[in-house]
């Protein structure tokens, strides 16, 4: 009888126009878009310049700033609030004051200063712009520095340079820390939010009541509705994987084995809120919105946009409750890390934990209605 | 919890599924279809938002034989529906006890739905199935196949099956109701519930439904059917009159009518609304309903005669009054017997 329904499920599921195209195409328009749109490698920055000193050394700097490819000099201004001004015509977003008697106090004395300011109305943009001009001051006050020094003393000053070294993640891109959470959205949106309209879809047409005056029992009516999308959904995983490969050459360092594990794991939990979901709505509408909230929560909550440790500590206790936080983890760690499950007990003992939480919800909460 | 929008507190749903068939066949030996003893509903919910506190049935109770074509006859808001779902295990009583083909509904729920077809009153098959395929998966759940129980959908699936392709959605008003009655008698049920199968139905196709009925009672289908419309009530074997919960009266609409306990006349003039109001101020006159082209009126104790009733109207400024002795229809039994007409 269960592969009767099940065969239903998917003749309905190919029969609509929408669906089955969505689903093929969502991994390969996230994996390529969104990447690309969700990006904390911030370019071309509007730099305005105030060079009151016009001296060689300064013209040296405000080269070595162009050349960096980071800032586009949009501004020469005479003074600092035309600078300013030109930040409030939004014609730049930072702004470089080099004071007069630059270079000869910096051949005199040793020392110098200029002024970063930036906009900081888009903190991000701003601090990263900030960041990256002081750094290229410094790269440039090291350079003056052993020159001077050599020119001086006529020997190597001993300097401490500072070289980080970014593990896991070389280039630091937020590409890769960005993909395996998009495949895990589109897994959860497959195999738990589908299914939860599915059936309530059912039960708005009225085709649930019909469903429940034949033998057929509730087990195989949900199984039914779950073991469909359960397949679309290792289809789509599979997909996402393939796209990160086409269009990143991004394969995990780990075995794909511990990732369709764990994405079982996962998919277990999130059809079973599907379920929870799915028990207290009575029509599509309720159905949408109790999932947009747990949804939005989960999210957010889950590290997918910002990373957990940043979160204040009341935020990280409420984030140990997303089932997202904890995929989305083994994921990345496993894409970037290789770790195996063996590294991974403690994700694998949450996910576990959100599986049976939801379910047994989802089965008291019918007997409840009993 | 989510507040839901309809009333549905006691959704029915288990996963307990090792019921012990062969035990409960032996006690289905009557002759009964269907008993219902003292059945009583009341739907209650009490949100900050939302005070309900109304009783859909009322110590509810008849019993149906074997092969009769039982109709459960009641405007809209009488509890039809509610009786229908508890009679198909879709929801639970508040009190009472129903055996369907020997089965409690409570406690052999399960047993139950393998012998009745049940066809409720909105339509509710799949829109995106076509009608083979619709009648596939009914056949399927039930565990036998279309071929199997062809001959007693044969007279209604012959004009279904030029659209055979078509999907179910798709089709016209008529044509749903027969492929839902099509998919409710595909596994040979015992017996048939049909909620309001001919609301919204134009009057032919009520015509031919009810046609097909007979000839499923022919089939010894025992057939429980409700329905808004009073002049459908003669088409049934028995009838209970169902008004606000609870059952007015129970028999064959031969018996029903002939109970009648009054004499009937119809009235009608040129002013039928004015007659209507003049005819209910007269103090001799027990009621008045207006039934379509005339008004029907019976007399408290003591009768007029036809002459003095004309002559009173034509002082009222009535003019080509008729006046007739009728035989009472089933409405005109429903309304002497609804609570109002003896307040």
């Not at chain 1, 997909?239 to 086409?246: C, E, G, R, T, V």
């Not at chain 2, 919960?245 to 009937?264: A, C, F, M």
Request: hydrophobic share 45%.
């Amino acid at each position: 009888m269960l592969h009767y329904l099940i065969e239903k499920e998917f003749k309905q599921f190919f029969r609509n126009t929408f669906l089955p195209r969505l689903v093929i195409s969502l991994p390969f328009m996230a994996i390529l878009i969104f990447p690309l749109v969700a990006n904390y490698d911030v370019k071309n920055f509007n730099l305005s310049i105030v060079d009151s000193d016009k001296s060689p050394y300064s013209g040296e700097l405000v080269r070595k700033i162009e050349s960096s490819g980071y800032y586009r000099i949009t501004d020469v201004s005479a003074t600092f609030d035309d600078a300013l001004k030109s930040i409030e015509r939004h014609e730049s977003d930072i702004l470089l004051e080099i004071p007069v008697h630059f270079e000869k106090e910096l051949v005199r004395e040793g020392k110098a200063t200029v002024l970063i300011s930036s906009n900081t109305v888009n903190g991000m943009k701003g601090g990263l712009g900030s960041a990256y001009l002081s750094s290229i001051v410094a790269d440039f006050n090291s350079e003056i520095r052993s020159e001077l020094m050599q020119v001086s003393r006529g020997r190597q000053v001993p300097a401490i340079e500072i070289v980080p070294m970014y593990k896991f993640n070389p280039q630091l891109s937020y590409k890769v820390y960005m993909i395996p959470a998009i495949m895990i959205m589109i897994l959860a949106l497959v195999c738990g939010y589908l299914p939860a309209l599915n059936i309530v879809g059912e039960k708005e047409s009225g085709t649930f009541e019909q469903m429940n005056v034949t033998p057929v029992s509730k087990i195989h009516f949900i199984l039914a509705k779950l073991i469909p999308y359960w397949v679309v959904g290792f289809v789509v995983l599979t997909i996402s994987f393939f796209a990160a490969w086409l269009f990143y050459g991004f394969l995990p360092v780990g075995s794909f084995v511990t990732l369709y594990v764990f994405s079982s794991l996962f998919v277990l939990a999130i059809s079973g809120f599907g379920l929870v979901v799915s028990n207290y709505a009575s029509t599509i509408q309720q159905a949408i919105f109790m999932i947009f909230f747990f949804v939005l929560t989960f999210i957010f909550m889950s590290g997918l946009y910002t990373p957990v440790a940043s979160m204040p500590e009341w935020a990280q206790a409420i984030s140990a409750f997303s089932p997202l936080k904890y995929i989305i983890m083994v994921f990345r760690l496993v894409y970037l890390k290789g770790s195996t499950v063996h590294d991974l007990l403690v994700p694998f003992a949450a996910l576990s934990g959100f599986a049976i939480f939801f379910n047994s919800w989802a089965i008291m909460s019918y007997h409840k209605k009993n | 919890m989510m507040a839901s929008s309809k009333l549905e507190c006691t959704e029915r749903w288990t996963f307990n599924f090792n019921t012990n068939m062969q035990a409960l066949h032996t006690t289905s030996t009557s002759d009964l279809a269907l008993s219902c003893q003292s059945v009583s509903k009341r739907y209650v919910r009490n949100s900050p938002f939302e005070k309900v506190n109304v009783s859909a049935l009322e110590d509810i109770s008849f019993e149906v034989n074997r092969g009769e074509l039982f109709g459960i006859i009641g405007p809209d808001g009488a509890g039809k529906t509610t009786l229908f779902r508890i009679l198909t295990t879709l929801l639970l009583a508040d009190s009472g006890v129903v055996r369907v083909e020997g089965f409690d509904v409570v406690t052999d729920f399960r047993a139950i739905r393998n012998e009745v077809g049940y066809m409720p009153g909105r339509f509710s098959l799949y829109q995106d199935l076509t009608v083979e395929e619709n009648l596939n998966v009914f056949a399927k759940v039930f565990n036998t196949s279309i071929e199997e129980n062809y001959h007693l959908i044969e007279a209604i699936y012959k004009q279904l099956e030029p659209f055979k392709k078509r999907r179910a959605g798709k089709l016209s008003g008529g044509m749903k109701q027969k492929l839902a009655l099509c998919c409710a008698l595909i596994h040979k049920p015992r017996v048939l519930f049909l909620d309001e199968p001919t609301t919204g139905v134009d009057p032919v196709s009520r015509k031919e439904f009810w046609e097909m009925l007979k000839r499923l009672k022919a089939q010894q289908i025992t057939i429980l059917v409700s329905t808004p419309y009073m002049d459908e009530a003669s088409l049934c074997d028995r009838i209970a009159l169902l008004l606000q919960g609870r059952i007015l009266k129970i028999d064959t609409p031969q018996n029903i009518v002939s109970q009648y306990p009054h004499e009937l006349w119809s009235v009608s003039s040129d002013e039928m609304s004015k007659l209507l109001t003049d005819l209910r101020n007269i103090p001799a006159i027990r009621s008045g309903y207006s039934f379509g082209e005339s008004h029907h009126i019976t007399f408290k104790n003591k009768e007029w005669s036809m002459d003095a009733l004309r002559a009173e109207l034509e002082k009222l400024g009535h003019s080509s009054i008729v006046i007739k002795k009728i035989e009472a229809s089933i409405e005109d039994c429903f309304m002497d017997l609804s609570p109002e007409s003896k307040g």
